[in-house]
């Protein structure tokens, strides 16, 4: 009963990790071929529903790390994910106004490439093209290559300061339009007696990367070292 339920979740990762591995390259691809063609001012279009769907797909694992499929425990997969999400459907998606700016074509190549964290936390660590092909891998061969193994501890070094970079940049740009809209504004009197400035909420979201995104780099930083050195006396 262990061996096949064991079985059963090496390929549910593996056709999981596969599944978004093969998104995220789709948007990879459509962003480069776009920039490169059309220019910055229509990557989002070109990237949207691929986006959606592949950055959306990380919600599974919170439900991952609750049936303990994966070591990812809840405090650490839910922050991340949550500012991810709210950066592809409270901003983007909801602002068109930023849409065609340059930072959306940094943004999704940066975290095409990678997504950098905590390596024991598999959500908030990697490479989500290196990643994921690298948990593919892992999970339908039993092991992947060295050369991978470093490039999803590496990579992050240059495209995670990038990435955060157009995050914050993105949710400043939208906060103008956020308060002039006044969208997901919830105005008193209300039966339930409750107020909501989204201005505010997206204000707040900033303020989170001050102080955590300087320490996540250093805590990643320190790992990348713990990891690489394991791998290289083995």
């Given at each position: 009963m262990a061996g096949s339920l064991s079985l059963l979740r090496r390929v549910y990762l593996s056709l999981y990790n596969w599944a978004v591995f093969?998104?995220?390259?789709?948007?990879?691809?459509?962003?480069?071929?776009?920039?490169?063609e059309s220019g910055h001012e229509?990557?989002?279009?070109?990237?949207?529903?691929?986006l959606q769907f592949a950055q959306s797909a990380a919600f599974l694992e919170i439900l991952h790390g609750l049936v303990g499929l994966v070591r990812s425990p809840i405090t650490a997969t839910l922050p991340?994910?949550?500012s991810r999400l709210f950066l592809i459907w409270g901003i983007l998606w909801s602002f068109p106004e930023v849409q065609s700016h340059v930072l959306v074509s940094s943004l999704v190549i940066s975290w095409s490439i990678t997504e950098a964290s905590d390596t024991d936390f598999p959500f908030l660590s990697v490479l989500i093209i290196i990643r994921y092909s690298f948990y593919g891998m892992k999970e339908s061969l039993g092991f992947s290559p060295s050369w991978?193994?470093?490039?999803?501890?590496?990579?992050f070094i240059l495209l995670y300061p990038i990435g955060i970079s157009?995050?914050?940049?993105?949710?400043?740009?939208?906060?103008p339009h956020i308060k002039s809209s006044e969208k997901y504004c919830i105005r008193m009197p209300n039966k339930w007696n409750f107020s909501l400035e989204y201005f505010n909420v997206a204000v707040?979201?900033?303020?989170f990367y001050i102080p955590g995104s300087p320490h996540l780099y250093r805590y990643m930083l320190g790992q990348r070292k713990k990891v690489l050195a394991k791998s290289k006396a083995e």
């Open positions: 093969i998104g995220w390259f789709q948007v990879l691809y459509l962003a480069v071929k776009t920039l490169w229509e990557v989002y279009n070109a990237v949207e529903r691929p991340q994910i949550s991978l193994q470093w490039l999803r501890y590496s990579t157009s995050e914050v940049g993105l949710t400043y740009l939208a906060l707040i979201a900033i303020a």
